[in-house]
């Protein structure tokens, strides 16, 4: 289960660029961000949510794992914690994941409800720019995924919120409405919404097991 987790979680932002550039997307008016600068800070965001799809929690997090002597059992916990950024600054991040394993069924649960907040948090983008995230008021993440022995059966992934970013001398919001979510039938995964203006709209193909 983590492991399927963990491939959706690295295709979704490895294939954040391509995402935000589908379609020839030209920026909007009234903002200095390229489409690819766009994609980059995506593609930031989305990695903090999905570090989590593992089921794994940061330091100090409060809860428990249940898990009898074959590895079946459950997992819940509650965390508020920053999470560093390199090169500086940090993301507090606060909420919940929970889920569930079946050892002998083969088959696992995850959820995640997060609250990311950027605090002076640096992300560098794809040109070589630094660009200063805070949010605006924070971005809130919802993580729900399954599967069975040989494939996943559901997964979702939204991002909605603000932030604020600078660069330079110039600055800006960004607002962040952005799903992944598995293609019915398939091992896909269909992105879709805006960030920062632009069209998000683009499927990855395919999961790997």
Same mark, same amino acid.
């Given at each position: 289960?983590?492991?399927?987790?963990?491939?959706? /979680?690295?295709?979704?932002? *490895?294939?954040?660029?391509? &995402?935000?550039?589908? #379609?020839?997307?030209?920026?909007?008016? @009234? $903002? !200095?961000?390229?489409?690819?600068?766009?994609?980059?800070?995506?593609r930031a965001l989305?990695?903090?949510?999905?570090?989590?799809?593992?089921?794994?929690?940061? /330091?100090g997090a409060r809860? *428990?794992?249940?898990?009898? &002597?074959?590895?079946? #059992?459950?997992?819940?916990?509650?965390? @508020? $914690? !920053?999470?560093?950024?390199?090169?500086?600054?940090?993301?507090a991040v606060a909420?919940?994941?929970?889920?569930?394993?079946?050892?002998?069924?083969?088959?696992?649960?995850?959820?995640?409800?997060?609250?990311?907040?950027?605090?002076?948090?640096?992300?560098?983008?794809?040109?070589?720019?630094?660009?200063?995230?805070?949010?605006?008021?924070?971005?809130?993440?919802?993580?729900?995924?399954?599967?069975?022995?040989?494939?996943?059966?559901?997964?979702?992934?939204?991002?909605?919120?603000?932030?604020?970013?600078?660069?330079?001398?110039?600055?800006?919001?960004?607002?962040?409405?952005?799903?992944?979510?598995?293609?019915?039938?398939?091992?896909?995964?269909?992105?879709?919404?805006?960030?920062?203006?632009?069209?998000?709209?683009?499927?990855?193909?395919?999961?790997?097991?």
């Amino acid at each position: 289960m983590r492991k399927r987790v963990l491939a959706a /979680a690295a295709l979704l932002t *490895a294939a954040a660029v391509a &995402a935000c550039d589908a #379609g020839g997307a030209t920026a909007p008016r @009234n $903002t !200095p961000l390229t489409a690819a600068q766009a994609a980059s800070l995506n593609r930031a965001l989305l990695a903090t949510g999905a570090s989590f799809a593992s089921g794994s929690v940061p /330091a100090g997090a409060r809860g *428990a794992r249940s898990m009898n &002597a074959v590895g079946t #059992g459950a997992f819940s916990f509650t965390f @508020n $914690t !920053p999470v560093p950024c390199a090169p500086s600054g940090k993301v507090a991040v606060a909420g919940t994941v929970g889920g569930s394993v079946d050892a002998v069924g083969r088959t696992g649960t995850v959820s995640a409800n997060l609250g990311v907040t950027h605090q002076g948090c640096a992300v560098k983008t794809d040109d070589g720019a630094t660009f200063t995230l805070n949010g605006d008021p924070r971005i809130d993440v919802v993580l729900n995924a399954a599967s069975a022995a040989q494939a996943l059966t559901a997964f979702e992934l939204t991002q909605k919120g603000a932030f604020t970013w600078s660069h330079g001398g110039s600055s800006g919001r960004c607002a962040v409405d952005v799903t992944a979510s598995l293609v019915a039938g398939t091992q896909n995964v269909r992105l879709s919404g805006t960030f920062c203006g632009f069209p998000v709209d683009g499927t990855i193909a395919p999961l790997a097991s």
